[in-house]
């Protein structure tokens, strides 16, 4: 899945650039907007996603799906925008983009996702 962060990182490589203020000025955003989006305190707005789309000559819809999917409040959602980014074209886009902008392999390792692929074992007290 594409996200905020990723998408900032392919931003500046595609740009060469290397500061947070010099994307900000691109996006027409703020420096603390893009450290907000970062650190997913906040996620793009419409029109950051159109500036961010126009950077990467791709598709905004693609763009729009993922920042719904990233914001979704519940897994639902979530699944759905994903399916719609998906019939978008958005994995291709991501194929694409992880060639021409690879993470570096420590960076990668700390965006994984997190998933619970067994049940916590439960917690019992005795007296």
Not at 6 to 18: D, E, H, P, R
Request: hydrophobic share 40%; proline share 4%; aromatic share 8%.
């Amino acid at each position: 899945m594409m996200t905020t962060k990723y998408l900032i990182f392919c931003a500046k490589s595609k740009l060469n650039i290397k500061s947070d203020y010099a994307l900000a000025m691109h996006l027409q955003v703020t420096k603390k907007a893009i450290a907000q989006h970062q650190n997913k305190q906040a996620t793009m707005s419409d029109n950051t996603c159109e500036n961010l789309a126009e950077i990467l000559e791709c598709d905004v819809a693609i763009l729009y799906a993922a920042m719904h999917a990233e914001r979704a409040k519940n897994e639902s959602a979530r699944q759905v925008w994903l399916r719609i980014w998906r019939t978008l074209g958005g994995q291709e886009l991501l194929d694409l983009l992880q060639k021409k902008y690879p993470l570096p392999r420590q960076v990668q390792l700390l965006d994984v996702p997190f998933q619970v692929t067994h049940e916590p074992p439960r917690l019992t007290f005795t007296a």
